[in-house]
């Protein structure tokens, strides 16, 4: 019984996408790659498993990619659209005050004076840093700019908003 409830567990897992397959390249089986991490080529395994990474190079719009599972432009092209994704437990640690979106998306907001706020449904970045989006009960919507004035504390139980930003 007891390995059954490890494969649970690892299922239960949550998993990070790092990078999204955008189309075919050449016609021996690499793919073009719009990557979200800055260490992609550290990770080896991608979808639990069901694709390896042979490969890695510079293209001119992302990362031209080989992997082992994939032999032709065929195969290739039915990729298009795919997220590559590994566990959150993959990932590096992070120092103090750092994040990983995948952290924040759905985590419960709080104000600062105690009051519920809603949840963290989306992150932006404009270029001058991350903003949240966090989704009332009722569906409207309010933005937040991920920064210690704003956003004081965070765990992995519940986001807090200094009560000055709420809208």
Same mark, same amino acid.
């Given at each position: 019984?007891?390995?059954?409830?490890?494969?649970?567990?690892?299922?239960?897992?949550?998993?990070?996408?790092?990078?999204?397959?955008?189309?075919?390249?050449?016609?021996?089986?690499?793919?073009?790659?719009?990557?979200?991490?800055?260490?992609?080529?550290?990770?080896?395994?991608?979808?639990?498993?069901?694709?390896?990474?042979?490969?890695?190079?510079? &293209?001119?719009?992302?990362?031209?990619?080989?992997? #082992?599972?994939?032999?032709?432009?065929n195969a $290739?092209?039915? /990729?298009?659209? =795919?997220?590559?994704?590994?566990?959150?437990?993959?990932?590096?640690?992070?120092?103090?005050?750092?994040?990983?979106?995948?952290?924040?998306?759905?985590?419960?907001?709080?104000?600062?004076?105690?009051?519920?706020?809603?949840?963290?449904?989306?992150?932006?970045?404009?270029?001058?840093?991350?903003?949240?989006?966090?989704?009332?009960?009722? &569906?409207?919507?309010?933005?937040?700019?991920?920064? #210690?004035?704003?956003?004081p504390e965070?765990? $992995?139980?519940? /986001?807090?908003? =200094?009560?000055?930003?709420?809208?």
């Amino acid at each position: 019984m007891m390995p059954q409830q490890e494969t649970a567990d690892r299922r239960a897992e949550p998993s990070v996408t790092l990078a999204v397959v955008i189309g075919a390249h050449g016609v021996n089986g690499q793919v073009r790659l719009k990557v979200f991490a800055e260490d992609f080529g550290s990770y080896k395994s991608f979808n639990q498993g069901a694709l390896t990474l042979k490969s890695a190079q510079a &293209g001119n719009n992302g990362l031209i990619v080989r992997f #082992a599972e994939v032999a032709d432009r065929n195969a $290739a092209e039915a /990729l298009r659209g =795919t997220e590559l994704t590994v566990p959150r437990s993959a990932l590096p640690p992070l120092g103090d005050g750092e994040y990983y979106h995948a952290d924040l998306m759905g985590l419960p907001a709080v104000s600062t004076d105690g009051s519920a706020l809603g949840r963290v449904v989306l992150i932006e970045n404009f270029g001058a840093g991350d903003v949240l989006e966090i989704e009332r009960p009722d &569906g409207k919507r309010f933005m937040v700019p991920m920064n #210690a004035d704003a956003v004081p504390e965070w765990n $992995a139980d519940r /986001l807090v908003v =200094t009560a000055d930003f709420v809208e």
